[in-house]
């Protein structure tokens, strides 16, 4: 009996702090979407869990943006196809002198420098469809977050 009374309490003790350890780790949509909610006018966590959920969807509705699920924006692939540079080589070539051998000259040294500048061009215009892809996303994030805040602070909260 004796040993009951010191076990029992201490089991208690152990539960206790192992579910405020899970209240304070518990992820909440605010936090998910990296804000911080503080409820201004004293709600409780069931309240201000229940207002989440709610203005999560509202945002949803007003974004047309879903974080779950977020809308994979694909930047714009760029066309590598031949753009005619070793054709415009060859006429150069060809204008130099003789024609035959000027023409196949030009034709291999112009494919090169076009094919060269092309891939040079080709990467450089990728890179800025997948700068703007990422932009995109972004914004799509940022205002899903701000229609989220507005609900929020609608319903008596501090959102940052």
Not at 26 to 48: E, M, R, W
Not at 52 to 72: H, L, M, R, S, V
Not at 119 to 133: F, K, L, P, Y
């Amino acid at each position: 009996m004796r040993r009951f009374k010191i076990i029992f309490p201490l089991a208690l003790l152990v539960l206790g702090l192992s579910q405020l350890n899970a209240q304070e780790s518990k992820t909440t949509i605010a936090k998910s979407l990296g804000l911080y909610v503080f409820p201004s006018k004293n709600q409780n966590a069931k309240t201000q869990d229940a207002d989440e959920t709610a203005c999560f969807k509202w945002a949803k509705e007003q974004t047309g943006y879903d974080p779950i699920n977020p809308t994979k924006v694909e930047a714009k692939k760029v066309d590598r196809s031949v753009d005619g540079s070793a054709v415009r080589g060859a006429a150069r070539g060809a204008a130099a002198g003789d024609a035959g051998e000027g023409a196949a000259i030009g034709a291999v040294v112009g494919g090169l420098r076009g094919r060269r500048a092309k891939v040079v061009g080709d990467q450089v215009e990728q890179q800025q469809n997948n700068q703007a892809a990422a932009a995109k996303q972004k914004e799509l994030m940022t205002n899903f977050n701000k229609a989220f805040s507005v609900c929020m602070e609608g319903k008596g909260y501090t959102v940052k």
